[in-house]
């Protein structure tokens, strides 16, 4: 029934598709209006859209003109016109929904027409791409288009200013990558002034390769962190004595599926007293598990960790004395970051180098959370069917399947098995050396760059014959993490005829496979053999490029003669879409093309999930040495697996944001209630607030109504009355006057305080008054939620346990989240009370004060262990950063020199420093 209805109707797909051909039709009509205007009268459409939208008109009634005027300029400056499904995928987009397009369908200009259209409504348009590389080209060359249009665009890359990025915040349509947006709004909720924040809402966004982003990045939250002390002598022993200890294979179980590594009884009982001889254990406490050496117990845990499961050249690579993370998705080196929780520092005490210092967070949230900030969402790829549930569920975005221009005439072949990776390997020389000696252009996927470089290796010692005579290696490129520099023009050229390409990965490599080579980047290579400083003239730059398009487009029909690309993939990832992305390589556009999977019963998903089963079928059958096993139904049994290694991430990414939910109400509560705070110039009416809430809650505590005065605390009363506000009253007496009530000794203690209060304000004047009350209400928040967020991680580490105790560690997770912010709220409001009732006042300037700027760190945990993976961000204080709230306690404006506090933030210091005003003796406001 369902097949005949899907005949009878098409598929939701399909219907979703064909609602929108009648908008392309509308669009195609208007074509030739469009052609007639001059670029001037093209140019002034964007004035007239802006006008009405102004005027209320929606950019939904707006969409046929405006995406027939992005096509006509399309054409004029890119000399690129968008086909019929280019448009389709805009609506798509413009719609908050994921456009699913081939590779090669030039998604890249298919976000210009939502772009341009949303961009209208002047409240910003963010793009968002998973490298600083594809940031970079797209803004530079869609930058183009924007601005012939009369938009502005804006790039956010690592290492930019403050005002720089406010710029191009600022901008009607900012490119950068997803980390970057989301360490920047971490960021403005550390700023201490409105003026200082970078971002200006969030309201549409589109995510490029939104699989890659929204799926396999989001299981691991966005996190600021700063450091803590120096311990890489206590690291360096503790992987002294796991590295001893695990010689013992008795001693630990490693759980490949789960990536799971542990102590056995055993072995806790080995390392207690290695680390007793050692002492590194406390000599007085009971044991390993003793309450004093949890941190001991921690570090242990990481460093095993470190020796087992993370490997060198998979995992990580050394490079100038530095730990340099690998991304599993994309193989490309993640530079600066960082795991935390002391996992990085065991993976560096492991491998003999400079160990870093640890991390504190204090500021976090999940890419999910910050995503689901944004008014409108959507995305695009070339692999979203796969994760449509989870877009559905999570981001509320309907994925829809755009057609591709022209057919797909690529082969696809049936896996390949054999029983071992040596005969696998043999068999993968063999065909990549017969693509060679036909002149087809070859594409091999890895999944590790030592698997990369152990076929590198393989190629060169690969003996074959060419036309009777023997030769040995093939001349190949390889595509890594070491190689990261060269990747846009190894990718550019692995369509020539002959060429052999391995890749670590292809995921969002962004840089088309053309038969027979890329012009651009060829010419780009031209220029740069020239020399510094060396700029050939527009004749010599025209010659060049008739020549090397000559040469193409003799390579395209040699390559195209033999068949194509070739995708060869070495063994199968975890996820689907990784597999799709590198088959969907080739293909594109109507080139024929080929695609296969060789495999062997010793890779990791087969032998970790299908191994035994697959080895017994293979000996039942007879399977001799060198020979391999394909058919359809293997290939549907390493899909399946394949998809409950999907289900497993998906529950992991459900499980994280579960418990990320909890925290994202009191996120938004404490970040907007600080960007109130930042705005309001007048926080005195809720600083006695807080001051006279505080005396209710003491009192309250101590004088509990409805009890009889001998079970008041009239002494612990007095004590916190004198900590908190500095004054000695006498509480005791008041307690023991006949007839005296709680409220009685409230009104009492809040007269004495108002009093106090006042006194302190006419002190040091109104004026300053207020810059000191905001200036340490925003301190104590930053300080109170960084103490929260640590108790929330530590919790959030134990709280499975409750598992055990019959109750739900979700629920448990909950009721103990909002009792941790109820009690947050509470110390806020006393601590900001103290300071302001106890600080001393200082009326003399500091003398040659040097502000120290504080290294923060961005984190990103790790997509595979769930372990945080951080970059190094840019020193707090610098140009274009902040001043760490807790660094130093801050003095009011009149403990500066006469006249001082009049200058200007962005003048210089008048210290005579050289620096800003704002970044030396101004930090201190």
Not at 35 to 61: H, I, M, N, W
Not at 77 to 85: A, E, I, Q, Y
Not at 633 to 658: C, D, F, G, H, P
Request: hydrophobic share 35%; glycine share 8%.
């Amino acid at each position: 029934m369902l097949g005949l209805a899907r005949k009878l109707f098409g598929s939701s797909n399909e219907r979703k598709v064909k609602q929108l051909r009648g908008r392309v039709e509308a669009i195609n009509a208007l074509e030739p209006a469009m052609a007639a205007l001059s670029d001037d009268q093209l140019k002034a459409k964007t004035v007239e859209f802006k006008e009405r939208v102004a005027k209320g008109e929606s950019l939904d009634d707006l969409l046929v003109e405006a995406f027939a005027v992005v096509r006509e300029a399309s054409k004029r400056v890119l000399g690129m016109r968008h086909f019929d499904v280019q448009l389709v995928g805009g609506m798509t987009l413009h719609r908050g929904g994921i456009a699913e397009m081939r590779t090669g369908e030039g998604k890249t200009l298919v976000a210009t027409l939502p772009v341009y259209l949303n961009a209208l409504s002047g409240k910003g348009v963010h793009l968002i791409t998973v490298n600083d590389y594809l940031a970079s080209r797209d803004a530079e060359h869609m930058g183009q288009l924007y601005k012939w249009l009369g938009l502005t665009t804006g790039l956010i890359v690592n290492g930019l200013s403050q005002t720089e990025r406010q710029q191009a915040y600022g901008s009607d349509v900012t490119y950068g990558t997803n980390n970057e947006f989301g360490f920047d709004y971490l960021r403005d909720n550390l700023t201490y002034d409105v003026s200082e924040m970078v971002q200006r809402g969030h309201n549409f966004s589109i995510v490029d390769e939104v699989d890659s982003i929204l799926i396999d990045e989001a299981r691991t939250p966005l996190i600021i962190s700063g450091p803590t002390e120096d311990r890489s002598d206590f690291y360096r022993t503790i992987d002294a004595q796991v590295k001893s200890l695990i010689q013992d294979p008795e001693t630990y179980e490693h759980d490949e599926k789960q990536k799971q590594v542990h102590l056995t009884e055993y072995g806790n009982e080995k390392i207690e007293e290695m680390l007793t001889a050692s002492g590194a254990l406390d000599p007085e406490s009971a044991g390993l598990y003793d309450a004093v050496n949890i941190s001991v117990v921690h570090h242990v845990n990481q460093a095993l960790r470190a020796n087992i499961i993370y490997l060198r050249d998979r995992d990580y690579i050394v490079r100038a004395g530095e730990i340099m993370l690998i991304d599993e998705f994309t193989g490309r080196m993640m530079q600066g970051r960082r795991l935390s929780e002391g996992l990085h520092q065991a993976i560096e005490a492991k491998e003999h180098v400079e160990v870093q210092p640890e991390n504190q967070t204090l500021a976090s949230v999940t890419i999910q959370n910050y995503f689901r900030l944004y008014a409108k969402l959507s995305g695009m790829t070339g692999t979203a069917a796969t994760e449509a549930q989870e877009f559905g569920d999570i981001y509320k975005m309907d994925v829809a399947e755009i057609p591709t221009n022209r057919p797909i005439t690529r082969i696809d072949d049936d896996d390949e098995v054999y029983r071992t990776s040596e005969e696998k390997n043999q068999a993968i020389c063999l065909q990549i050396a017969d693509c060679y000696m036909r002149s087809q252009p070859i594409l091999v996927g890895t999944v590790s760059i030592e698997k990369s470089e152990t076929l590198s290796e393989l190629l060169n010692a690969h003996e074959y014959e060419v036309d009777g005579q023997k030769k040995k290696g093939i001349p190949h490129s390889v595509l890594n993490a070491r190689y990261h520099e060269q990747e846009a023009f190894i990718v550019a050229e692995a369509g020539t005829p002959g060429s052999v390409t391995i890749a670590t990965n292809m995921a969002g490599r962004g840089t088309d496979i053309q038969l027979g080579g890329n012009l651009e980047m060829r010419v780009q290579r031209w220029r740069d053999g020239l020399g510094f400083g060396v700029t050939p003239t527009e004749e010599e730059i025209k010659a060049k490029e008739i020549e090397l398009k000559a040469d193409i487009a003799v390579g395209k029909q040699k390559a195209l003669a033999a068949g194509g690309l070739y995708v060869l993939g070495t063994e199968r990832h975890e996820s689907r879409r990784i597999d799709n992305q590198l088959r969907g390589r080739t293909g594109r556009q109507g080139d024929p093309g080929h695609s296969k999977f060789y495999l062997s019963c010793e890779d990791d998903l087969l032998r970790i999930f299908a191994g035994e089963r697959l080895d017994t079928i293979m000996r039942t059958f007879g399977v001799q040495p060198g020979e391999a096993i394909t058919h359809p139904w293997l290939n549907r049994a390493i899909s399946t697996a394949q998809r409950k290694v999907e289900e497993r991430n998906y529950e992991m990414r459900k499980n994280l944001l579960k418990y990320d939910d909890v925290v994202n109400d009191q996120r938004k509560a404490v970040f907007e209630q600080r960007q109130a705070f930042m705005e309001d110039t007048d926080l005195s009416e809720t600083i006695t607030e807080m001051r006279h809430d505080t005396v209710e809650d003491l009192v309250q505590l101590y004088l509990p109504p409805k009890t009889y005065a001998e079970q008041w605390d009239a002494e612990s009363l007095y004590t916190r009355v004198f900590q908190i506000f500095a004054m000695d009253l006498p509480i005791k007496d008041w307690v023991a006057e006949d007839g005296v009530t709680p409220e009685d000794i409230h009104n009492r203690i809040l007269e004495a305080t108002d009093a106090r209060a006042a006194e302190r304000e006419a002190q040091i004047g109104v004026e300053q008054a207020r810059g000191l009350e905001k200036n340490f209400m925003l301190q104590m928040i930053d300080m109170q939620w960084r103490e929260h967020l640590m108790h929330l991680d530590h919790l959030r580490q134990v709280i499975g346990l409750r598992g055990y105790g019959q109750r739900d560690p979700l629920n448990e997770y909950k009721t103990e989240a909002y009792a941790l912010f109820e009690k947050l709220s509470v110390e806020l409001r006393q601590s900001v009370t103290r300071w302001m009732m106890t600080v001393e006042f200082q009326f003399q300037p500091p003398e040659a004060f040097e502000p120290q700027p504080q290294q923060f760190y961005e984190m990103h945990l790790d997509p595979v262990t769930g372990e945080n993976v951080a970059r190094l961000g840019a020193a707090l204080g610098s140009e274009g950063g902040f001043i760490d709230p807790a660094a130093a306690e801050r003095l009011p404006p009149s403990a500066l020199p006469e006249g001082w506090e009049r200058t200007s933030r962005n003048a210089p210091c008048p210290c005579g420093s050289g620096k800003k005003f704002k970044h030396c003796h101004g930090a201190l406001l």
